[in-house]
């Protein structure tokens, strides 16, 4: 079984530049995460997805962050314009469905902000 | 609150036991779970643990919760060079609903001496 997977896996970009990562979660997951991991820091969720809805997005900062997940399959975080504080691992996760325990991980795109 | 904590390092010789330790704020977690992140990878889920257990098995692995203190330990026995990599507790809150949030403590670093 294939796992998440996610590109770029790093990026460098200039402050009040956009910048835009893409995720392919696991075939038949219905439920997908966006977390942000600051080095040094646990992962924080951003965004989760349950097929092409959103359940939870309360720690998005929306005056630059976005995401969408269309067709209920892959999805798409931007960043728009960045700051330098947005320097971080972004992981997608995605899992069977919303209560189901296990969450699976992707392998991170490390985003540098100059 | 929401509030993982962990100790941020330790070093133990290969074959000695390893005890890494997790406090959490919220009564009301349902599962508690340990994850391990090797460099440039994703985390993987090594074991969780249900709120109305006290211990959990699996392997080399023993999770052992302390529901009263929020406090959970994760015990690797027989320590090899390949279980070095950064361990994340995490908590699922227990608010219910279509959220699947995990809320991840800062990681502990185990450093394993050959």
């Known amino acids: 079984e294939a796992g998440v997977a996610q590109s770029p896996r790093y990026k460098i970009i200039e402050k009040r530049q956009s910048v835009a990562f893409w995720c392919n979660p696991i075939s038949g997951h219905a439920t997908l995460y966006w977390y942000q991991q600051i080095l040094g820091q646990g992962p924080k969720l951003l965004i989760q997805f349950q097929n092409n809805g959103v359940v939870d997005d309360s720690q998005l900062p929306k005056d630059r962050f976005s995401a969408e997940r269309l067709k209920g399959v892959d999805s798409t975080l931007k960043i728009q314009p960045a700051k330098l504080e947005d320097s971080a691992v972004y992981l997608c996760a995605s899992s069977l469905e919303a209560s189901y325990n296990e969450q699976f991980f992707g392998p991170g795109t490390r985003l540098t902000v100059l | ?114």
């Open chain 2, 1 to 114: 609150g929401e509030d993982v904590e962990q100790s941020l390092f330790l070093s133990v010789r290969e074959g000695d036991s390893s005890v890494i330790n997790c406090t959490y704020t919220d009564s009301s977690s349902t599962y508690l779970y340990w994850y391990k992140q090797e460099p440039g990878a994703g985390l993987q889920l090594l074991t969780y643990i249900f709120s109305n257990m006290d211990m959990k098995q699996d392997q080399r692995l023993t999770v052992l919760l302390n529901k009263k203190d929020k406090h959970l330990s994760l015990r690797i026995a027989d320590t090899q060079t390949g279980d070095s990599a950064i361990y994340f507790c995490a908590e699922k809150p227990g608010y219910g609903g279509a959220t699947n949030k995990l809320i991840f403590g800062t990681g502990t670093l185990l450093a394993v001496q050959p």
